[in-house]
T-cell receptor
Framework: KNEVEQSPQNLTAQEGEFITINCSYS?????LHWLQQHPGGGIVSLFM???GKKKHGRLIATINIQEKHSSLHITASHPRDSAVYIC????????????FGTGTRLQVFP | GAVVSQHPSRVICKSGTSVKIECRSL??????MFWYRQFPKQSLMLMAT?????????EQGVEKDKFLINHASLTLSTLTVTSAHPEDSSFYIC?????????????FGPGTRLTVL
């Protein structure tokens, strides 16, 4: 079993819909990252969380350390949000390494 | 914002040749850089941690003699795939943390797509 699991694997939505992507992990962590990978391959770091909630524009990320779960929400989704969203965790005591989830492929249709 | 570049963005080579991929931090110094590999429709897998001025740390299962890493300066790390074979065809990505004491903020390069014929 992967140490970082994401759901769903694939997600389609109509423009304007509210989207939630989930990430569960089975190890102790010091931080969790949400990343966005566009079709060309480039990766953008969206959030780094160690507790609570962060918001940036239409994106909201939450984390529940006790439940070992994080969610990424996209409000008022747009076709340009279409990408692969990746959850990555930094294991406690392993300061440098990120462990990646398998990603959620999101397609938003106009 | 901080930028990490990679060169080349795409390379096609014949089996048996060596390919060098560069990762540069453009406006910050990176004592540590990370090299990842991503096969189609799979997630990123950490290959190695590149340390400026010292040997790289390789993940289990990654051949250090095949994937040579050099981190000769604070802004440049190179990954050389030696004697490349078709199974080495993949998307190679580097990343660098913004500060040496914390890897919280990671900047990713745009990736290099390697195709070995």
């Amino acid at each position: 079993k992967n140490e970082v699991e994401q759901s769903p694997q694939n997600l389609t939505a109509q423009e304007g819909e509210f989207i939630t992507i989930n990430c569960s992990y089975s190890v102790g962590i010091s931080a969790l990252h949400w990343l966005q990978q566009h079709p060309g391959g480039g990766i953008v770091s969206l959030f780094m969380l160690s507790s609570g909630k962060k918001k940036h524009g239409r994106l909201i990320a939450t984390i529940n350390i006790q439940e070992k779960h994080s969610s990424l929400h996209i409000t008022a989704s747009h076709p340009r949000d279409s990408a692969v969203y990746i959850c990555a965790v930094r294991k406690s005591g392993m300061a440098d390494k990120l462990i990646f989830g398998t990603g959620t492929r999101l397609q938003v249709f106009p | 914002g901080a930028v990490v570049s990679q060169h080349p963005s795409r390379v096609i080579c014949k089996s048996g040749t060596s390919v060098k991929i560069e990762c540069r931090s453009l406006d910050f110094q990176a004592t540590t850089m990370f090299w990842y590999r991503q096969f189609p429709k799979q997630s990123l897998m950490l290959m190695a941690t590149s340390n400026e001025g010292s040997k790289a740390t390789y993940e289990q299962g990654v051949e250090k003699d095949k994937f040579l890493i050099n981190h000769a300066s604070l802004t440049l790390s190179t990954l050389t795939v030696t004697s490349a074979h078709p199974e080495d065809s993949s998307f190679y990505i580097c990343s660098a943390p913004l500060s040496w004491w914390s890897t919280d903020t990671q900047y990713f390069g745009p990736g290099t797509r390697l195709t070995v014929l």
